[in-house]
Nanobody, 123 residues
Framework: QLVESGGGLVKPGGSLRLSCAAT????????IAWFRQAPGTERERVAC????????DYADSVKGRFIISRDNARSSMYLQMNSLKAEDTAVYYC??????????????????WGQGTQVTVSS
C-alpha cells in the first residue's frame, strides 16, 4: 500500500514536498516513480529512481526543479518540487514497479499506486 501526503495550494515560484509512505513494499528493491495527471491529459511520469543502479530520470518539463528521493529506513519516497509553475498543477501519484531493472515511462509497468494528491499552483 502506498499513501501520499504533502499536496496543496502554492503560489508560482513556491515549493512543495510530496511524501509517499509504503507499507509492505520494500522500496529499495524496486524502481519507483512519481507521475502526475492534469484534467483532460494522460498520466505522465515526472521522475523515477531505477532499481538497477539507483539512477534518477526526470521529465524535461521538471528537470532542474524537482528532486526524487527515497528513505529506505522509513519506507518512504519523496518528491521535492521547487520553482513551481501553473503548468505543474495536477494530481500527483507515487508508483512502484515490481519488475524491470530500469525506469519505465509506461503506466502499465507499475504495479502499486498511491491514491493521488492534488497540487495546485496559482496566485
Amino acid at each position: 500500500q502506498l499513501v501520499e501526503s504533502g499536496g496543496g495550494l502554492v503560489k508560482p515560484g513556491g515549493s512543495l514536498r510530496l511524501s509517499c509512505a509504503a507499507t509492505g513494499i520494500p522500496l529499495d528493491l524496486y524502481s519507483i516513480a512519481w507521475f502526475r495527471q492534469a484534467p483532460g491529459t494522460e498520466r505522465e511520469r515526472v521522475a523515477c529512481i531505477s532499481r538497477f543502479d539507483d539512477s534518477t530520470d526526470y521529465a524535461d518539463s521538471v528537470k532542474g526543479r524537482f528532486i526524487i528521493s527515497r528513505d529506505n529506513a522509513r519506507s518512504s519516497m519523496y518528491l521535492q518540487m521547487n520553482s513551481l509553475k501553473a503548468e505543474d498543477t495536477a494530481v500527483y501519484y507515487c508508483a512502484v514497479a515490481l519488475s524491470g531493472e530500469f525506469c519505465s515511462g509506461y503506466v502499465a509497468d507499475y504495479d502499486y499506486w498511491g491514491q493521488g494528491t492534488q497540487v495546485t499552483v496559482s496566485s
